[in-house]
């Protein structure tokens, strides 16, 4: 760094419905390549709901059982909502599904400065992730993050060495 530069943290909203199964396993499986990249000056990650059903819960079960087994336990966290005022809070906002996005832009009113992606665009399979509350298939949701999570690092490390912005 030359002085110069400033660090910006790039603070990224991970997505759902409910913000009990697919975002918090989003937001703890991106949180620990971060740390595994000891990067965490450059990357903070939350999740939120866009809809209210789940304000207040816990990680489902399913869920955190998941994160358990790969290492990654979840505690203390509760669904949360979205709202419009968070478009200026978060300089990315990831979703599971078209619905989430679609249901961020309503809350938004839109998306100007086209924050607003689904995960696994990031990916060489884009497509949306299933909702494991329905299906039950944690494990297949684990794995469908997991990767759309790596690439979502990548890019976003891609870009910033693009930017002349890589400081270890």
């Known amino acids: 760094m030359d002085g110069n530069e400033s660090i910006s943290m790039t603070r990224i909203l991970f997505v759902c419905h409910g913000n009990i199964c697919r975002s918090p396993m989003a937001e703890s499986v991106f949180a620990a390549k971060v740390r595994e990249r000891r ?5 903070t990650a939350d999740s939120a709901a866009v809809s209210a059903e789940e304000i207040g819960n816990p990680v489902h079960p399913g869920t955190q059982r998941e994160l358990a087994r790969h290492g990654l336990p979840r505690s203390g966290h509760r669904a949360w909502q979205l709202g419009k005022a968070d478009y ?3 300089d990315l906002f990831i979703g599971m599904d078209r619905e ?3 249901r961020m832009e309503r809350i938004f009113g839109g998306d ?3 924050k607003i992606a689904l995960l696994m665009a990031y990916t060489d399979e884009p497509r949306e992730i299933e909702d494991p509350g329905y299906t039950d298939r944690y494990d297949v949701v684990y ?4 990767a759309g999570c790596e690439a979502l690092l990548n ?7 693009i930017k002349g912005k890589h400081y270890e």
Not at 143 to 146: L, R
């Open 39 to 43: 990067l965490e000056w450059a990357y």
């Open 88 to 90: 200026d809070r978060y």
């Open 100 to 102: 989430n996005l679609r």
């Open 112 to 114: 100007p400065l086209h």
């Open 143 to 146: 794995d469908e993050v997991d």
């Open 155 to 161: 890019e976003l490390e891609q870009e910033r060495r």
